[in-house]
């Protein structure tokens, strides 16, 4: 099926640094999603983006969605401890009919571990 | 009041047992999901449903029944559980299957450990 390659699949980072991460698909996608997740619960959407070169950031979090629409970044200036967690990307794709359907494909991943 | 809620938040059974995990959303959303999380931590749709309605159904075993009984429940039967189903079992819901992206809510998930 349809994967999503993300990448670092863990960064270890000092409080302070900037962090980027990206995901990268053979296919196209309609949108771009990127999660969070904190130990013991669900994912909790950062940032969504809709159109190919859209720049959205949200608070010390940017991501952008590639021109090509196969790939994206996200990048967290100035990280803080609380920045802990399991980040993920998703795309969705629509139909030919224009209903998604919902479906969410999810990259692998990244473990984000920032030392104070 | 929590939006997205399953019952139970852990789950240890046998090989061979037959168990359910229960979800309710509080929001009024149209569409809810069941995903897996491995443990890899990757996440993988299962199931979604819209107004009671079976949408997705990602090849998964037939050994696993969603049921809604209502729109704001989406309950996962599983029959004679095997080792490979150890895993994370995610709830989720949108407002609906719009053409534009509807955020989707995750629960806190069920931790289901197969011996």
């Known amino acids: 099926g349809q994967q999503l390659n993300q990448s670092p699949q863990s960064m270890f980072i000092q409080e302070g640094e900037d962090v980027s991460m990206n995901c990268t698909s053979s296919s196209i996608f309609n949108t771009w999603l990127w999660y969070k997740q904190d130990p013991g619960e669900g994912p909790v959407l950062l940032i969504a983006?809709?159109?190919?070169?859209e720049l959205t950031s949200n608070g010390r979090l940017t991501a952008q969605f590639g021109i090509t629409r196969k790939d994206s970044f996200l990048n967290i200036s100035a990280s803080i401890p609380s920045d802990v967690g399991i980040y993920f990307c998703a795309g969705q794709r629509y139909t030919a009919g224009g209903t998604s359907y919902g479906k969410l494909t999810f990259g692998q991943g990244t473990i984000l571990t920032v030392h104070p | 009041d929590t939006a997205v809620s399953q019952t139970p938040k852990y789950l240890v059974t046998q090989m061979g047992n037959d168990k359910s995990i229960k979800c309710e959303q509080n929001l009024g959303h149209d569409t809810m999901y069941w995903y897996k999380q491995d443990s890899k931590k990757f996440l993988k749709i299962m199931f979604s449903?819209?107004?009671?309605?079976?949408?997705i159904n990602e090849t998964v075993p037939n050994r696993f029944s969603p049921k809604s009984p209502d729109k704001a429940h989406l309950n996962l039967h599983i029959n004679s559980l095997e080792l490979g189903d150890s895993a994370v079992y995610f709830c989720?819901?949108?407002?609906?299957?719009?053409?534009?992206?509807?955020?989707?809510?995750f629960g806190p998930g069920t931790r289901l450990t197969v011996l």
């Open positions: 983006l809709y159109k190919a070169g």
């Open positions: 449903y819209n107004n009671k309605e079976l949408i």
């Open positions: 989720a819901s949108s407002q609906d299957l719009a053409v534009a992206y509807n955020e989707q809510f």
